[in-house]
């Protein structure tokens, strides 16, 4: 009996040991860890933010740092995609890839953010005070620009298969500011200090990044990069392909949250969007695992059916006690913001979701790592058309509830394709 005892601890430990070893489930975890931290500092940040100032410095500095996701989402135009397929499987060009792809993203965002900030009375009226402050309009620029440098260079770090970069990086960037923020508060507490306490510290990593921690890993590499024609040519169809498929698989995701203000009454749009939020903590798992997933197989392609299968395995383990746990305690969840947001069954539907977006989401970085484009796009267009159909219908039918009916019925509806398709051709 004690042997077998045993026996059932070694195999444990073993797999235990092998996840925590495998770069695919290491970087995973790093990755998961980085969106945590992320995530909780700038809750913290904002929380500290209201208390210390009005709502209306609160909403104008966190309307200026959405436009700046936003300009940084415009501008990527499949950079990303581009530099972890090609990059992760090109030791030797891996360098004058980077470089080149730098070089662009510095020119992209430049023209981007200085379009924006000279067309603000048309493209955001509301961030007009901007005008008003000198150092806070520089440093939106700056900020702007090097923030979307800094998602490129995690993801070369994360090509070296260093996904701990990533994490510390996170922190570099996340846990400063409230610190900073409670400096700023002795002197001045307007959106300025809002602002600047959020990127100052970004802005330091993205320098110190550029000047010593990429050169260090990558020898020659410069801090704007260095541009090479037959490289961004011979890679360019590639990523803007997979630009296209990326606005449309991640469509769905980004228009419920703004659509439910039109289709719904503002309290109810409130209360969807709490628990949407909620929900949107077991999405980070499956996005940050398939990140990682595609680094792997683009390195080896031959090895994308097990690389695929591992990916699901780890992303299921993982949701299911959370799921579990938001299952049996969603009441309990959603009263900590109000008893009026207590919804469990529209967080049950989306729960039961999590399952086959993790595999559709698997399916779309496996389209990817094969390099064909015609049907990541078919994908990534079905996905879209099937939950925005399924949404307009079911949401006039059902309300709030209707819209997470939407939201399973489109995923569960896609998963056909990986059901059918991959299952054939790679799980033989």
Same mark, same amino acid.
């Given at each position: 009996?004690?042997?077998?005892?045993?026996?059932?601890?070694?195999?444990?430990?073993?797999?235990?040991?092998?996840?925590?070893?495998?770069?695919?489930?290491?970087?995973?975890?790093?990755?998961?860890?980085?969106?945590?931290?992320?995530?909780?500092?700038?809750?913290?940040?904002?929380?500290?933010?209201?208390?210390?100032?009005?709502?209306?410095?609160?909403?104008?500095?966190?309307?200026?740092?959405?436009?700046?996701?936003?300009?940084?989402?415009?501008?990527?135009?499949?950079? =990303?995609?581009? #530099?972890?397929? @090609?990059?992760?499987?090109?030791?030797? *060009?891996? !360098?004058?890839?980077? $470089?080149? %792809?730098?070089?662009?993203?510095?020119?992209?965002?430049?023209?981007?953010?200085?379009?924006?900030?000279?067309?603000?009375?048309?493209?955001?009226?509301?961030?007009?005070?901007?005008?008003?402050?000198?150092?806070?309009?520089?440093?939106?620029?700056?900020?702007?620009?090097?923030?979307?440098?800094?998602?490129?260079?995690?993801?070369?770090?994360?090509?070296?298969?260093?996904?701990?970069?990533?994490?510390?990086?996170?922190?570099?960037?996340?846990?400063?500011?409230?610190?900073?923020?409670?400096?700023?508060?002795?002197?001045?507490?307007?959106?300025?200090?809002?602002?600047?306490?959020?990127?100052?510290?970004?802005?330091?990593?993205?320098?110190?990044?550029?000047?010593?921690?990429?050169?260090?890993?990558?020898?020659?590499?410069?801090?704007?990069? =260095?541009?090479? #024609?037959?490289? @961004?040519?011979?890679?360019?169809?590639? *990523?803007? !392909?997979?630009?296209? $498929?990326? %606005?449309?698989?991640?469509?769905?995701?980004?228009?419920?949250?703004?659509?439910?203000?039109?289709?719904?009454?503002?309290?109810?749009?409130?209360?969807?969007?709490?628990?949407?939020?909620?929900?949107?903590?077991?999405?980070?798992?499956?996005?940050?695992?398939?990140?990682?997933?595609?680094?792997?197989?683009?390195?080896?392609?031959?090895?994308?059916?097990?690389?695929?299968?591992?990916?699901?395995?780890?992303?299921?383990?993982?949701?299911?006690?959370?799921?579990?746990?938001?299952?049996?305690?969603?009441?309990?969840?959603?009263?900590?913001?109000?008893?009026?947001?207590?919804?469990?069954?529209?967080?049950?539907?989306?729960?039961?979701?999590?399952?086959?977006?993790?595999?559709?989401?698997?399916?779309?970085?496996?389209?990817?790592?094969?390099?064909?484009?015609?049907?990541?796009?078919?994908?990534?267009?079905?996905?879209?058309?099937?939950?925005?159909?399924?949404?307009?219908?079911?949401?006039?039918?059902?309300?709030?509830?209707?819209?997470?009916?939407?939201?399973?019925?489109?995923?569960?509806?896609?998963?056909?394709?990986?059901?059918?398709?991959?299952?054939?051709?790679?799980?033989?």
């Amino acid at each position: 009996m004690s042997a077998q005892v045993n026996g059932i601890f070694q195999t444990i430990y073993g797999r235990i040991h092998g996840m925590l070893f495998s770069p695919l489930y290491r970087n995973s975890l790093y990755l998961m860890a980085a969106t945590i931290t992320s995530s909780g500092a700038g809750f913290v940040f904002w929380w500290v933010s209201a208390r210390i100032t009005t709502q209306a410095d609160v909403g104008l500095a966190s309307s200026a740092i959405a436009a700046i996701t936003l300009l940084k989402s415009i501008g990527e135009i499949g950079l =990303s995609t581009t #530099l972890i397929h @090609f990059g992760a499987s090109q030791e030797k *060009g891996a !360098v004058k890839l980077l $470089s080149t %792809l730098i070089v662009v993203k510095w020119i992209l965002m430049l023209i981007l953010t200085v379009g924006f900030v000279v067309g603000l009375p048309i493209f955001s009226p509301g961030l007009m005070p901007l005008y008003d402050s000198p150092p806070v309009l520089l440093a939106f620029i700056i900020f702007t620009i090097i923030d979307g440098i800094l998602a490129l260079q995690d993801l070369a770090m994360l090509n070296l298969g260093k996904g701990q970069y990533v994490f510390f990086r996170q922190i570099a960037c996340n846990l400063p500011p409230t610190l900073l923020l409670l400096v700023f508060a002795q002197f001045v507490t307007t959106y300025e200090a809002l602002f600047l306490a959020y990127v100052i510290p970004n802005m330091v990593v993205g320098v110190v990044t550029s000047l010593y921690v990429l050169p260090n890993n990558y020898p020659g590499y410069r801090f704007f990069g =260095s541009f090479n #024609l037959e490289i @961004f040519r011979n890679v360019l169809p590639y *990523g803007m !392909v997979n630009y296209i $498929s990326d %606005l449309l698989w991640s469509l769905p995701g980004n228009l419920i949250p703004v659509i439910t203000i039109s289709i719904l009454a503002a309290d109810d749009a409130g209360l969807f969007n709490i628990s949407w939020l909620i929900f949107g903590v077991v999405l980070i798992i499956p996005r940050v695992s398939t990140t990682s997933m595609f680094v792997e197989v683009s390195k080896n392609k031959d090895a994308i059916g097990a690389n695929a299968l591992k990916t699901i395995r780890f992303v299921i383990l993982l949701i299911t006690p959370i799921c579990v746990v938001m299952w049996l305690f969603g009441d309990f969840i959603l009263s900590v913001f109000g008893k009026d947001y207590s919804n469990i069954d529209l967080l049950r539907v989306l729960l039961l979701s999590a399952y086959p977006f993790s595999i559709n989401s698997v399916h779309y970085i496996m389209l990817r790592a094969i390099g064909n484009l015609w049907n990541i796009t078919i994908f990534a267009f079905f996905s879209a058309l099937a939950t925005s159909v399924s949404l307009f219908v079911l949401s006039s039918i059902y309300g709030m509830n209707g819209i997470g009916y939407a939201w399973l019925l489109g995923q569960s509806l896609t998963m056909i394709f990986p059901i059918v398709v991959i299952g054939r051709r790679y799980f033989r």
